[in-house]
């Protein structure tokens, strides 16, 4: 079973700073299965990011994404106001067939 | 433009069976995982399974003793059934579609809005 944990739980930032969130596998995986969305409160979950770096359809680019084998990162260059909110890593194709990290909370400092 | 919507009851009784039902509008069921995630309150993510428009699936094994799910594609749509509920399966119920193959994961690109289901008496 591979578990993905993600770090910090909780960010404190002020708009306009840089957000860098973890996500760590327990074991080495395809950087091509690897996803990144946000949920706010009340809200279905967003794609932000799929294939370990490659942006969704209307993410805004300050969202990115990097990493490979067991080490993965969301980075948003400048955090806005509607940017704070929950976000998951999210693995596919290995034991369970999708996993979520446990989530990191981005909140307003 | 592809849209999911869940439906089934809000509330179901200790020890019966919840069922929820997704349909899909504005694209074909064809080709795609159909995944159910649900988020219990105050907790994370968690994927109960998915079906492939082909009828097979693979399940959570924290949950696949209890779980089943189904495709209609005259209907466009999927579901979910849970037997044996407790008030740990109280979460809002999420369904999503994703495609995968070979060195190739979309993500869950598309998602419902959500229900929520409480098992209470």
């Known amino acids: 079973e591979v578990v993905l944990t993600q770090s910090p739980g909780t960010l404190s930032l002020s708009p306009g700073e840089r957000a860098t969130l973890s996500c760590r596998a327990s074991?080495?995986?395809?950087?091509?299965?690897l996803a990144w969305y946000q949920q706010k409160r009340g809200q279905a979950p967003r794609l932000l990011i799929y294939?370990?770096?490659r942006g969704a359809t209307g993410v805004p680019d300050r969202f990115s994404g990097s990493g490979s084998g067991t080490d993965f990162t969301l980075t948003i260059s400048r955090v806005e106001p509607e940017d704070f909110a929950v976000y998951y890593c999210q693995l596919y194709g290995y034991s369970p067939s999708i996993t979520f990290g446990q989530g990191t909370r981005l909140e307003t400092k | 433009q592809v849209q999911l919507q869940e439906s089934g009851p809000g509330l179901v009784k200790p020890s019966e069976t919840l069922s929820l039902t997704c349909t899909v509008s504005?694209?074909?069921?064809?080709?795609?995982?159909w995944s159910w995630i649900r988020k219990p309150p105050g907790k994370g993510l968690e994927w109960i399974g998915y079906i492939y428009y082909t009828g097979s699936t693979s399940y959570n094994p924290s949950l696949k003793s209890r779980v089943t799910m189904a495709v209609d594609k005259p209907r466009n749509s999927f579901s979910l059934t849970v037997t044996s509920v407790t008030s740990a399966d109280t979460a809002v119920y999420y369904c999503?579609?994703?495609?995968?193959?070979?060195?190739?994961?979309?993500?869950?690109?598309?998602w419902g809005p959500g229900a929520l289901v409480t098992v209470s008496s």
């Open positions: 294939g370990a770096s």
């Open positions: 074991q080495s995986v395809n950087s091509n299965y």
């Open positions: 504005g694209g074909s069921i064809g080709r795609y995982f």
């Open positions: 999503a579609r994703g495609e995968g193959f070979n060195d190739f994961w979309s993500g869950l690109d598309y």
